[in-house]
């Protein structure tokens, strides 16, 4: 199983990125999909989450209203926008595989860790103020 999120850099304060995760290797659609973030010193801290079939998303507090996940089946990939960036959103950000075993099981969009099953690499993510 691979996950390859792409698409960080350096942005001001009130710029956008958009980030990507492309994913082999897993039935993509039977996962739930989360993001995650990492700043230096800190946890490991969720973002977001999405429904196997994208019809639902969860989202942290501090990121709601900012932020957006949505995810193309076809392609195997998730996406995360993000908007109206602040100097503390500056963190590696990681996708994450949470594989549902049933297929009409509801989808608990969980912000645990420990309830996802694969991880990607991390893409940086820094802004500037």
């Known amino acids: 199983v691979q996950l390859q999120a792409c698409g960080g850099g350096l942005v001001q304060a009130g710029g956008s990125l958009r980030l990507s995760c492309a994913a082999s290797g897993l039935t993509f659609s039977s996962n739930v999909m989360g993001w995650f973030r990492q700043a230096p010193g800190k946890e490991r801290e969720f973002v977001g989450a999405i429904t196997r079939n994208g019809d639902r998303t969860n989202y942290a507090d501090s990121v709601k209203g900012r932020f957006t996940i949505s995810r193309d089946n076809a392609k195997n990939t998730v996406y995360l926008q993000m908007n109206s960036l602040k100097p503390e959103d500056t963190a590696v950000y990681y996708c994450?595989?949470?594989?549902?075993?049933?297929?009409?099981?509801?989808?608990?969009?969980?912000?645990?860790?420990?309830?996802?099953?694969?991880w990607g690499q991390g893409t940086q993510v820094t802004v500037s103020s």
């Open positions: 994450a595989a949470d594989y549902k075993r049933f297929s009409g099981s509801y989808d608990r969009l969980s912000g645990d860790i420990n309830e996802y099953d694969y």
